[in-house]
């Protein structure tokens, strides 16, 4: 059998020329070559910074796209200034997030801000005046209320938030919004 070499655009006339399981095999290898290839491109083309990171929505109104340009539909729009999403990827100024649902879709970095925020989950949550279980509460958040993210001490399972006006601290287990293992300083 002769080796013979094509361009991408015979392989819809290979695919059509070859056995059903053949044909199958080749879209198959060509759909894995064209993804790890499109991940290879939004590796290479980021920012460099660490992924994934938390960042947070910087206007009122952001679309939420199925890919990574203008040209992909919007899947999503959020109407919550300063909501915590977290990035995953990047491919030149957009970014690929996911929400503290597990929505996941591509934005364009100028819609995000460094700027750290969390989002308190579960029940009503117990802001402490020090980062102790006993310590004095200082305020209660509910489901869904937004703060800013004010430090993560090293080794530790509480953060500094600052909510309504209300400066305190949360155990990370009861917002979403920063690693585990995360210090935010």
């Given at each position: 059998?002769?080796?013979?070499?094509?361009?991408?655009?015979?392989?819809?006339?290979?695919?059509?020329?070859?056995?059903?399981?053949r044909s199958g095999f080749l879209a198959l290898a060509c759909t894995l070559f064209l993804a790890a290839?499109?991940?290879?491109?939004a590796v290479a083309e980021g920012?460099?910074?660490?992924?994934?990171?938390?960042?947070?929505?910087?206007a009122t109104e952001v679309n939420m796209r199925a890919g990574p340009g203008v040209q992909y539909p919007v899947e999503w729009v959020y109407h919550r200034q300063k909501l915590p999403v977290e990035i995953i990827a990047e491919y030149n100024t957009w970014r690929k997030v996911r929400d503290w649902q597990?929505?996941?879709?591509?934005?364009?970095s100028s819609m995000l801000d460094g700027r750290r925020f969390i989002i308190v989950t579960g029940a009503k949550r117990t802001i402490r005046r020090k980062a102790a279980a006993k310590s004095a509460p200082v305020a209660r958040a509910e489901t869904g209320v937004i703060g800013q993210l004010t430090r993560c001490p090293d080794g530790g399972n509480w953060c500094e938030v600052e909510i309504g006006g209300h400066?305190?601290?949360l155990r990370k287990v009861d917002f979403w919004g920063v690693h585990r293992d995360e210090v935010v300083e």
């Open positions: 059998m002769a080796v013979r070499s094509f361009q991408l655009s015979s392989v819809f006339y290979l695919a059509t020329t070859m056995s059903p399981t290839t499109a991940t290879a491109l920012t460099g910074l660490p992924l994934p990171r938390f960042v947070s929505l910087r597990g929505t996941q879709g591509w934005i364009h400066k305190g601290w």
